[in-house]
């Protein structure tokens, strides 16, 4: 399986064992979670969107396809895809994979407006951001 966009990170993570549900598997909340510390340590990587920044993201759409069920123990890899481009705004994708056999748990998508946090309006996309998008 692929996703759209070009590859911006990749970042590995352990599946905690509170992280599972009564069903013995993880919760599908910690899926969304695991893009987002992925979508945070990237922008933080390229020095945008920490808090004390005057303009940051805001994640307006999110959505996950659970292809494989989760369990503990597990490491995860979350790769990073940054895709389409728009004047204020930034399509993201993610996959969520075994570390080691490299098995899709997931596929991730979120689109991120940039935003002025004085004003709380949208704001130009950062030119780092556009020129690693794929389109």
Do not use: C, Q
């Amino acid at each position: 399986m692929s996703v759209p966009g070009n590859p911006v990170s990749s970042l590995a993570m352990a599946l905690r064992w509170g992280d599972m549900d009564a069903y013995g598997h993880a919760n599908n909340t910690v899926y969304f979670r695991f893009f987002e510390e992925a979508r945070i340590v990237w922008l933080a990587s390229l020095e945008l969107g920490g808090a004390e920044d005057a303009t940051g993201p805001v994640i307006i759409k999110t959505s996950a396809t659970f292809l494989k069920e989760l369990t503990h123990p597990a490491n995860v890899v979350v790769e990073t895809y940054a895709d389409k481009a728009g004047n204020t705004s930034l399509d993201t994708y993610h996959l969520l994979k075994d570390k080691d056999t490299g098995d899709i748990y997931a596929e991730g998508y979120a689109k991120i407006v940039w935003t002025d946090r004085a004003t709380r309006k949208s704001t130009p996309l950062p030119g780092t951001l556009r020129a690693l998008a794929a389109r």
